[in-house]
């Protein structure tokens, strides 16, 4: 592998250091659009069980500021859930606690997306970056001092332009390829923990301001 690199010349280095960039960002994605730890085991029980408490209490009283704030810092999606019982606790109407809700929501879509924009600039340029390899290689063959002077040029230089160009057109599919197919995954995956974090704050919503069920 060393040796191709090498042969690759100095534009495959770029190349390289994208391609482990985009491996770190697809891994970290992976790991964090988990559904485990985005609804942690306790956390869909824990605002669903507040949410009937309040709803059993004249007030909201059975519910302390405390255990809404303890629900808060579950995972990256229970500020979300959190939002709605915070705004009812405090006695906000409907139509408050919906912009709120609307705020806290924005904040969690740009958790969800993060870094998904930098893998698909990886993805788009890691063609453009292996087409530039491809040129430098080319510039090499028909720069070379003989093709200069009218000569065929050595051999070994021919060769080594061509390896340039190949290997950098090469490693530069080769990168975007993977890493076109992992933002699609991943661009899926946020979308799907989105859907469900709108479908349970609804949930949350619609029991604790019934009469804005209509809107």
Same mark, same amino acid.
């Given at each position: 592998?060393?040796?191709?690199? &090498?042969?690759?010349?100095?534009?495959?280095? +770029?190349?390289?250091?994208?391609?482990?960039? /985009?491996? $770190?960002?697809?891994?970290?994605?992976? !790991?964090?659009?988990?559904?485990?730890?985005?609804? +942690?085991?306790?956390?869909?029980?824990?605002?669903?069980?507040?949410?009937?408490?309040?709803?059993?209490?004249? #007030?909201?009283?059975?519910?302390?500021?405390?255990?809404?704030?303890?629900? $808060?810092?579950?995972? +990256? =999606?229970? +500020?979300?859930?959190?939002?709605? &019982?915070?705004?009812?606790?405090?006695?906000?109407? @409907?139509?408050?606690?919906?912009?709120?809700?609307? $705020?806290?929501?924005?904040?969690? !879509?740009?958790?969800?997306? *993060?870094?998904?924009? %930098?893998?698909?600039?990886? =993805?788009?340029?890691?063609?453009?970056? /292996?087409?530039?390899?491809?040129?430098? /290689?080319?510039?090499?063959?028909? /720069?070379?001092? #003989?093709?200069?002077? #009218?000569?065929? #040029?050595?051999?070994?230089?021919?060769?080594?332009?061509?390896?340039?160009?190949?290997?950098?057109?090469?490693?530069?599919?080769?990168? %975007?390829?993977?890493?076109? %197919?992992? !933002?699609?995954?991943? *661009?899926?995956?946020?979308?799907?923990?989105? *859907?469900?974090?709108?479908?349970?704050?609804?949930?949350?919503?619609?029991?604790?301001?019934?009469?804005?069920? @209509?809107?």
């Amino acid at each position: 592998m060393y040796s191709i690199l &090498l042969s690759a010349g100095w534009p495959i280095w +770029p190349l390289l250091i994208i391609s482990i960039l /985009g491996l $770190a960002i697809a891994l970290e994605r992976c !790991w964090y659009l988990r559904q485990i730890h985005i609804f +942690p085991k306790n956390c869909l029980e824990t605002a669903f069980t507040l949410t009937n408490q309040m709803l059993g209490s004249k #007030g909201g009283s059975a519910v302390s500021d405390l255990q809404v704030a303890e629900l $808060a810092q579950l995972s +990256p =999606a229970s +500020p979300l859930l959190a939002c709605t &019982l915070k705004e009812k606790l405090s006695g906000s109407s @409907a139509e408050s606690a919906l912009e709120e809700l609307q $705020a806290t929501a924005q904040s969690t !879509w740009l958790k969800l997306d *993060r870094y998904l924009g %930098a893998l698909a600039t990886i =993805a788009t340029i890691a063609p453009l970056l /292996g087409l530039f390899g491809t040129v430098v /290689g080319m510039i090499e063959i028909f /720069g070379s001092q #003989g093709a200069i002077n #009218g000569a065929a #040029g050595s051999p070994q230089q021919l060769a080594h332009g061509i390896s340039v160009a190949l290997y950098n057109t090469a490693f530069g599919l080769l990168i %975007a390829i993977p890493a076109l %197919a992992a !933002w699609r995954g991943l *661009r899926s995956m946020a979308n799907q923990r989105q *859907r469900e974090c709108e479908e349970f704050t609804r949930q949350i919503f619609k029991k604790l301001y019934p009469t804005d069920n @209509a809107k």
